[in-house]
């Protein structure tokens, strides 16, 4: 592909109505650290590190999958993988633009190529194109400067053209977004009583625990706060891509408790002794992927209010937690809440697995298969609805940022859908638009006001 430089535009003249090039910037005037190379080294290294926290730590192992892809495809080609052209970029250089605009395009359609399909479905999603696409940009952003490629909207219809594509030779079934079934209250009050693996005779993995053991207590108060909660499985256990526990995580200095009308920073046995109906277990939100620094929701903390009779209530699984295993309270914030044995952090990765063997002790694992710790959100905002919560309510509930989440997860019950189209069935309409409204000619309104008038 063809090279357009920026300074090459600066000695031509515009065509076609195209506008010129920024002109070069006055480096005398604006310049900075010249004759020091050590400054400038410097405050590069601290920009690269600083930068380096752009990208969520949830998604650092997928793109670094999407820039090596990429890189490949680019050198397949004889082109540098950086596309910092910024006048082709910005549509100054029309036929860089176009340059890039195709590489886009040829980029997304050969890696669909060779993308492996998911969820047993016949050929990987066009959709997959577009994240790969999205994660190359988003790398580019993090550099330092960061380099604004082509949008990718540019390209929305190639991916309309794949979709339907995707729809003629496969059918219109596997372009459905595939998502998990929600717990049921049966499922999370079974789960519950799964307390004590060792008198059960049971193992999940390698691992049995006992009712009184830090894992045991641990498993239960996890199971209790995503049902209550629906904090997503990276909230509560240590995320797949983190290779070690922060403070940033959900921690015993997010817990508090209110008891007797008063608040307190850690449960002491004679807080606990205490405890009945009317007091709380006060849980502040982590950071979450739809609000990482804790902008929205972390200051609005969640509150549950204790039940002695356990069942699924987070509030007693929790105090039953801290009641056997206490943490100092200068200990508080650099503790995980959810721990095994040896005092770390419980992984995401071992939930995940720990969870299907829970339910396959009674349910096939076929069916086990349905569920997720995901499936703990999904179970809270149909029990929300199913409750008579409003949509806002179930929103503020599950801590979304839109309302695209509620009218993705909340699952109608077919009595209730059956009856939502019986009873439009049973009412008459009679709407119409204004413009299809009987035009009054002025001619003889004026004259039946006229007569009116005599």
Not at 84 to 96: F, H, I, S, T, V
Not at 245 to 260: A, D, E, F, P, T
Not at 319 to 331: M, R
Not at 411 to 427: H, L, P
Request: aromatic fraction near 8%; charge should be positive.
């Amino acid at each position: 592909m063809a090279s357009h430089s920026p300074q090459k535009l600066l000695t031509e003249e515009p065509q076609n109505g195209q506008q010129p090039w920024a002109p070069t910037r006055n480096r005398g005037k604006y310049s900075f650290g010249q004759g020091n190379p050590e400054l400038m080294a410097r405050l590069d290294a601290m920009m690269q590190d600083t930068m380096s926290y752009c990208v969520p730590a949830s998604v650092i192992k997928t793109q670094a999958s999407h820039v090596e892809r990429w890189g490949t495809f680019c050198a397949s080609l004889g082109t540098t993988s950086v596309r910092d052209d910024m006048a082709a970029n910005l549509g100054y250089d029309r036929d860089g633009y176009k340059d890039e605009l195709m590489l886009l395009g040829f980029a997304a359609i050969d890696a669909l190529q060779d993308m492996h399909p998911r969820a047993g479905r016949k050929a990987a999603l066009p959709d997959s194109a577009r994240s790969y696409l999205y994660a190359v940009r988003d790398h580019h952003m993090c550099r330092m400067p960061p380099v604004e490629m082509v949008p990718i909207k540019a390209v929305s219809k190639l991916f309309k053209s794949l979709n339907a594509r995707y729809k003629a030779k496969y059918g219109v079934r596997d372009l459905i977004r595939k998502q998990r079934e929600p717990l049921k209250k049966w499922h999370v009050r079974r789960l519950l009583t799964m307390t004590d693996l060792k008198r059960m005779g049971l193992k999940v993995g390698r691992k049995q625990w006992t009712e009184e053991s830090l894992l045991g207590s641990s498993v239960m108060g996890l199971i209790a706060t995503q049902a209550n909660t629906g904090m997503r499985k990276s909230e509560v256990t240590l995320p797949e891509a983190l290779m070690t526990w922060n403070k940033s995580l959900l921690n015993w200095g997010s817990v508090k408790w209110k008891i007797g009308g008063r608040y307190y920073a850690e449960l002491t046995v004679e807080l606990y002794l205490q405890m009945g109906r009317g007091d709380y277990l006060i849980l502040t939100p982590p950071p979450a992927k739809a609000d990482p620094f804790c902008k929205v929701w972390g200051g609005r903390p969640v509150y549950i209010r204790y039940s002695p009779d356990g069942g699924a209530n987070a509030a007693y699984w929790i105090a039953q937690l801290e009641h056997k295993h206490p943490i100092l309270l200068k200990d508080r914030e650099n503790t995980p809440l959810f721990r095994n044995d040896d005092g770390t952090v419980i992984k995401a990765n071992w939930w995940s697995k720990t969870l299907r063997q829970m339910l396959m002790t009674f349910m096939s694992e076929e069916e086990a298969k349905r569920y997720t710790p995901h499936s703990f959100r999904i179970y809270l905002a149909c029990a929300a609805h199913e409750s008579g919560r409003t949509p806002e309510e179930i929103q503020a509930l599950c801590r979304w940022r839109s309302a695209e989440s509620l009218r993705a997860y909340v699952r109608w019950k077919d009595s209730e859908y059956g009856d939502m189209i019986e009873q439009a069935m049973a009412v008459e309409i009679d709407p119409m638009h204004v413009m299809n409204l009987p035009h009054l000619e002025p001619g003889p309104l004026v004259q039946a006001m006229a007569d009116m008038a005599i």
